[in-house]
């Protein structure tokens, strides 16, 4: 992370736009997609937010209340993602859920996006589209406008041991793809002692723990490990495909998962 490239373009941020701050069954825990296939909603397919944002910036909190209000609306066949970057730190408070996979993450997008620098809050939609975090009506529109039809993703989740899960996963798209896997808490609250929300207790929804990517053709199977963190709390995987060269995501699915460590 060159943390003065990400620091000079949070600043040019700044003077554009005033709001940014740049049960489970032993042998089976599998969803597979619950969607009707090419059914989104009112029919128009489905969606992939990613958000990247940080406790340490204090143009986030408006971003992740924006996004709790899209979940919280029970959009159907819209996935969201908050990732938690790493490069602001620095600043007197270390957010738990930070990453500096997940700042690459964002970086990766700066560069295929064209855009000068990493700043938060951000959203990417679909793996093509970014702007503001907090800009509602930006992404309301987007949600409209900037949907996939259907996915042909099919992904299924079983239990191995006290510590790792089986995932195999079916694309119906035989081209070489993208296949990002993450492991999402569903939620959290922090309170922030220091730095730029120092004070102020923070709501996160769909939180980022861990994140896999791998290139995939067709069918395959993998063997995970859990974060640790999420040995005691129910948690969902989120996984989704994107083009090499586009990075438009081209298919999405989804498990929830309640972990259970006693499992030999």
């Given at each position: ?45 489905f ?14 909190p ?7 209000r ?38 990766i ?7 000068q ?55 119906a798209?035989?081209?070489?793809e ?23 207790r ?13 290139q ?28 090499k ?10 498990a ?9």
């Amino acid at each position: 992370m060159k943390k003065k490239f990400a620091f000079s373009y949070f600043i040019i941020g700044i003077l554009l736009v005033a709001t940014s701050c740049f049960s489970f069954d032993s042998k089976k825990i599998t969803e597979k997609n619950k969607r009707e296939e090419g059914k989104g909603e009112e029919g128009k397919g489905f969606t992939v937010i990613e958000l990247f944002t940080s406790e340490g910036c204090s143009s986030c909190p408006s971003a992740d209340k924006l996004i709790s209000r899209i979940k919280s609306e029970n959009k159907k066949d819209v996935y969201i993602l908050s990732f938690h970057v790493d490069y602001w730190n620095r600043l007197g408070w270390k957010d738990v859920f930070s990453q500096p996979a997940f700042t690459e993450r964002q970086q990766i997008y700066a560069t295929h996006l064209s855009l000068q620098g990493v700043y938060t809050p951000q959203i990417v939609v679909n793996g093509t589209e970014e702007f503001v975090g907090s800009d509602e009506k930006r992404l309301r529109t987007s949600l409209k406008n900037n949907v996939n039809p259907s996915s042909d993703l099919i992904i299924e989740v079983s239990q191995i041991n006290n510590s790792n899960i089986h995932l195999a996963y079916k694309n119906a798209n035989s081209n070489s793809e993208l296949l990002n896997i993450a492991f999402i808490q569903p939620e959290a609250i922090t309170d922030v002692k220091r730095g730029e929300n120092g004070g102020r207790r923070l709501h996160h929804v769909n939180i980022v723990r861990e994140f896999k990517t791998i290139q995939i053709s067709g069918a395959g199977n993998l063997d995970i490990k859990v974060p640790a963190a999420l040995h005691d709390l129910p948690f969902k995987i989120i996984a989704y495909t994107q083009q090499k060269n586009s990075f438009k995501v081209t298919g999405v699915a989804q498990a929830s998962v309640i972990f259970n460590r006693k499992q030999s």
